[in-house]
């Protein structure tokens, strides 16, 4: 189907992250190509015909044009963060599949689900939507399957692996400009860039800059974030230093070497499945001398704000910014 497609050797890490993340959380240190491109002379042309934003021609991930002639009435999503967006672009009423783990907004959880990173064809054919929302990992293992959707009639868009907050933005875009939802995504963009500015100017005030570690999964096997990653991008913002910051992507860390970094704060990203995430983290054999377990300083925060590229983003950089800077964000 989409002949300029090469297969991407980090399939495997982006499964792993994505079952860490609470599924549906692109967590790869790829970087996001051709996503959310938008022939605007195409989307300009018509916004002026009668307000008609139809046809209208977008590139997606594999950076090839699709025309889409009408306004979609149907349309399933196979990313959580894709229905996140969906639904903040006020497109609820068009969601007829969803996810098997697409938790929000709690709307969603009613919409019928249609797989994961293994599709329920057979359903997905009967729904017949006008645009499915796939992912490059789709593309990637079921190629063939996304062609017979097409064949059947079905758009398919594949949305890329974000990394950044500008990859949110685009890909923001892009499924606003392939619903008739351009205006509501700007507005949405918009907004989300205001409120990061906010955090920054804020931010600027700080003084002694605290050192944060972050765990997005528990021990034996701890995981945290390195560069190119949202949460880097978040701490960099409230001016704070990533105590994995000279690290890329999703790393896997030693408790030996975690102590080693000496950090002020420590955030947890899986308190959803593991009970007491602080006071495991306090507990820890050969930690008693870490500032961030002196002080305290152990928080868990919401996985899928800080980890789900979605319009949520945003609140977790604010969440953060009050748990590390309390002083100055509360």
């Not at 070497?257 to 306090?282: A, C, F, H, R």
């Not at 820890?284 to 800080?306: C, F, L, Q, T």
């Amino acid at each position: 189907m989409k002949q300029l497609w090469k297969k991407w050797s980090i399939i495997t890490l982006i499964m792993t992250m994505a079952i860490l993340a609470g599924c549906g959380v692109n967590g790869t240190d790829t970087n996001k190509q051709s996503s959310g491109e938008v022939n605007e002379s195409a989307a300009n042309e018509v916004q002026g015909t009668e307000g008609k934003q139809f046809p209208v021609t977008i590139k997606d991930e594999t950076g090839e044009e699709i025309v889409i002639e009408a306004e979609p009435e149907s349309i399933i999503s196979l990313q959580a963060s894709s229905t996140e967006i969906s639904y903040a672009l006020g497109l609820g009423d068009k969601m007829v599949g969803v996810s098997d783990y697409c938790n929000y907004p709690q709307e969603a959880l009613e919409i019928e689900k249609v797989g994961a990173q293994d599709m329920n064809v057979e359903r997905i054919l009967t729904l017949l939507p006008d645009i499915a929302l796939v992912t490059d990992y789709h593309l990637e293992t079921h190629a063939e399957i996304l062609s017979q959707f097409e064949e059947a009639g079905i758009t398919v868009i594949v949305i890329g692996s974000e990394t950044s907050f500008d990859d949110v933005y685009e890909t923001i875009d892009l499924i606003g400009t392939a619903t008739g939802k351009k205006a509501e995504a700007k507005e949405l963009v918009s907004d989300m860039k205001e409120r990061l500015e906010t955090v920054k100017e804020k931010a600027k005030s700080v003084t002694d800059k605290k050192k944060v570690w972050v765990e997005v999964s528990p021990a034996p096997d701890i995981f945290t974030t390195g560069q190119g990653t949202f949460m880097h991008e978040m701490l960099e913002s409230i001016q704070a230093e990533n105590a994995a910051g000279d690290q890329e992507g999703w790393v896997k860390m030693t408790e030996e070497e975690i102590v080693q970094l000496n950090p002020d704060v420590i955030v947890t990203t899986y308190g959803y499945y593991v009970e007491s995430p602080k006071e495991t983290v306090m507990a820890r054999n050969g930690w008693a001398e870490v500032p961030a377990i002196k002080s305290g300083e152990v928080h868990d925060v919401d996985s899928d704000m800080v980890t789900r590229p979605g319009p949520r983003l945003i609140e977790g950089v604010e969440t953060l910014a009050k748990i590390v800077y309390p002083e100055i964000f509360n």
